[in-house]
């Protein structure tokens, strides 16, 4: 089924994330079936925090799976069936490209110790999906970062501000991490037929989108897109407030 696109951008509800999980692990999930078709190419995410070794090795087809660790978290150390073998530092992130099919295992560098990241899965188109798996690792220090005036943008993939992240990724997507003042505002365009979603991490934030306005409250998340035309975003916080904006192309 095709993506029908409106000449002003489509929104679904305003989800409400419940934490799940015990003291080794917990997370604050979001599932693609809650918002109305408009969260591809992400297919879900998890906010989480573990402090020991969860998941052990496990295996990935057909998927794309990036571990971003937050500024508060430890080191987190993945190794795979490709031979990778590496240290993903606080605000950094690793992309593994699962293609055809690839078995990794993430746990903390060092024991008892606190990791809190964002696990995002995404959508692989289905005419490259049987290639060999891949991961791109972005460190934080090759991520663009500008903070002025009450706005911290940092382009963890992608581009906005005038600012790119030269690092190739294996599809096309904008990841912002944003910290806004009460007050102050941060504009970004989302292009025509570009879906994008909105997760609240710390305090509040009012989203103004075309002739809308909504406000998010922390770990609350919204899907936008759908349009044939871009689309200006404007970020007001009424709050200081910590959130997530991604964004890429929906597949059919």
Not at 76 to 105: E, P
Not at 194 to 209: D, K, P, R, T
Not at 229 to 241: G, H, R, V
């Amino acid at each position: 089924m095709s993506v029908v696109l409106m000449s002003f951008p489509k929104r679904s509800k305003i989800v409400a994330l419940d934490r799940t999980g015990n003291a080794s692990f917990s997370a604050y999930r979001a599932n693609r079936k809650e918002y109305d078709g408009l969260l591809s190419p992400v297919i879900g995410f998890d906010d989480f925090r573990l402090s020991s070794d969860v998941f052990g090795p496990h295996q990935h087809r057909h998927i794309s799976a990036l571990s971003y660790l937050f500024e508060d978290s430890a080191f987190y150390h993945n190794r795979d069936s490709m031979g990778t073998d590496l240290t993903i530092t606080s605000g950094s992130l690793l992309w593994t490209w699962s293609g055809n099919g690839v078995t990794h295992h993430e746990f903390p560098e060092t024991a008892d110790t606190k990791i809190h990241g964002l696990q995002l899965f995404l959508e692989i188109p289905a005419e490259t999906r049987n290639l060999p798996p891949k991961s791109i690792l972005i460190p934080v220090e090759k991520m663009p970062l500008r903070d002025t005036d009450g706005v911290k943008v940092k382009v963890v993939a992608g581009a906005a501000a005038d600012m790119v992240n030269e690092v190739v990724t294996p599809e096309r997507i904008t990841f912002l991490d944003l910290t806004i003042a009460v007050g102050k505002s941060f504009e970004h365009l989302l292009p025509a037929g570009w879906n994008g979603v909105f997760y609240v991490l710390s305090g509040v934030i009012q989203i103004e989108a075309a002739a809308e306005s909504f406000t998010l409250n922390p770990y609350e998340t919204v899907a936008l897109g759908s349009s044939m035309e871009d689309t200006k975003i404007t970020f007001l916080a009424k709050e200081d407030c910590h959130l997530l904006f991604i964004s890429g192309v929906p597949l059919d």
